[in-house]
C-alpha cells in the first residue's frame, strides 16, 4: 500500500482588479507583485509621472489600497520596465 504524501499548496496569488477604461484597484502589494515592482517604488513612480492615485486604509494596519486609472497604470508599467532593465 502506498504511503500518502503531505500536498502543500501555495497561496492563491490574488491580482489587482481591472476596470474596461483601464482603471485599476487593488493593494499596492498587489501592484507591486504583478508588476514585479518594489512596494516601495509604486507610488512614488505615480508621484513622479503626475498620475493622480487614491490610496484607501482601514486603519493604521490595515493594507493600502490603491485606485489607478489607466495612465496610471502605464505609469507603473513603465517604472517596472525601467526596473527590471536596470536591477
Known amino acids: 500500500m502506498p504511503t500518502p504524501q ?7 496569488f490574488i491580482d489587482f482588479t481591472l476596470a474596461e477604461e483601464g482603471e485599476a484597484i487593488g493593494t499596492v502589494r498587489q501592484f ?21 492615485a487614491i490610496v484607501l486604509r482601514d486603519g493604521p494596519a490595515a493594507a493600502p489600497v490603491l485606485i489607478v486609472a ?6 507603473l508599467r513603465g517604472c ?3 526596473a527590471a532593465s536596470h536591477p
Open 6 to 12: 503531505p500536498t502543500t499548496r501555495a497561496a492563491p
Open 32 to 52: 507591486s507583485d504583478h508588476l514585479n515592482l518594489p512596494e516601495s517604488q509604486v507610488l512614488p513612480c505615480l508621484h513622479c509621472h503626475g498620475e493622480e
Open 70 to 75: 489607466a495612465g496610471g497604470m502605464e505609469a
Open 80 to 82: 517596472a520596465d525601467s
